[in-house]
């Protein structure tokens, strides 16, 4: 089962931009992770928010979670050509589910 | 840090074999581990999830009898696919969720994945 959807599915920026990536999802969540997976490697976790948190920051990392509406976006500020990867968000309760996924591609 | 490793990081096998890959928490308890699949191009599909000292909980369309899941202990968590075909060609990935009795912190660590090719 998949959680929800990342919207868009691909985005493409110059360097110095700023990337938002938003993410819907299905089912009550106990927090609200965010992964970055470069291509045919594992998964990096970035930011985890909790369902009575609404906003987080570390570093360039900007993440809101919206959970009247099951929204979560993730901002990526002043990006950078490493930044390009594909990018999950993933929640639930008992057990956790991804969504489809970001990619995103930061040209130089 | 929580740590999860994998063994083995890849491997290929012949059609018909079966393949064990190990997924440990290594500095952490986990009573919980989960298992993912992903294919090239699309998300983490997630396969079952591993209690320990009791049996997986299989997701819909996820063959018990294909996938077998052993959890023996609090860190360590091993699935066997067995009689593999080129179909099972795949990118393994496990997860392990570190016990915790703080409110919203229950977390889940990534193990590296394990990457199966059958010939």
């Known amino acids: 089962s998949q959680q929800g959807e990342e919207d868009p599915q691909a985005l493409s920026i110059q360097e110095g931009e700023n990337a938002t990536m938003n993410c819907s999802y299905k089912?009550?969540?106990?927090?609200l992770q965010w992964y970055r997976q470069n291509s045919g490697r594992g998964l990096v976790h970035l930011i985890l928010?909790?369902?009575?948190?609404r906003e987080k920051h570390s570093g360039r990392l900007r993440v809101t979670l919206d959970t009247s509406k099951k929204s979560s976006s993730l901002l990526i500020t002043a990006s950078r050509a490493a930044d390009t990867a594909s990018y999950f968000c993933?929640?639930?309760?008992?057990?956790?589910?991804f969504g489809i996924g970001t990619k995103l591609q930061v040209i130089p | 840090g929580a740590v999860v490793s994998q063994h083995p990081s890849r491997v290929i096998c012949k059609s018909g074999t079966s393949v064990k890959i190990e997924c440990r928490s290594l500095?952490?308890?986990?009573?919980?581990m989960f298992w993912y699949r992903q294919f090239p191009k699309q998300s983490l599909m997630l396969m079952a999830t591993?209690?320990?000292?009791?049996?997986?909980?299989?997701e819909q369309g996820v063959e018990k009898d294909k996938f077998l899941i052993n959890h023996a202990s609090l860190t360590l968590s091993t699935l066997t696919v067995t009689s593999a075909h080129p179909e099972d060609s795949s990118f393994y990935i496990c997860?392990?969720?570190?016990?915790?009795?703080?409110?919203?912190?229950?977390?889940?660590?990534f193990g590296p994945g394990t990457r199966l090719l059958v010939l």
């Open positions: 993933a929640g639930g309760y008992q057990k956790v589910t």
């Open positions: 997860s392990a969720r570190k016990d915790t009795s703080e409110l919203f912190q229950e977390t889940q660590y």
């Open positions: 500095d952490f308890q986990a009573t919980t």
């Open positions: 928010i909790r369902s009575n948190e």
């Open positions: 089912t009550s969540i106990n927090n």
């Open positions: 591993s209690n320990e000292g009791s049996k997986a909980t299989y």
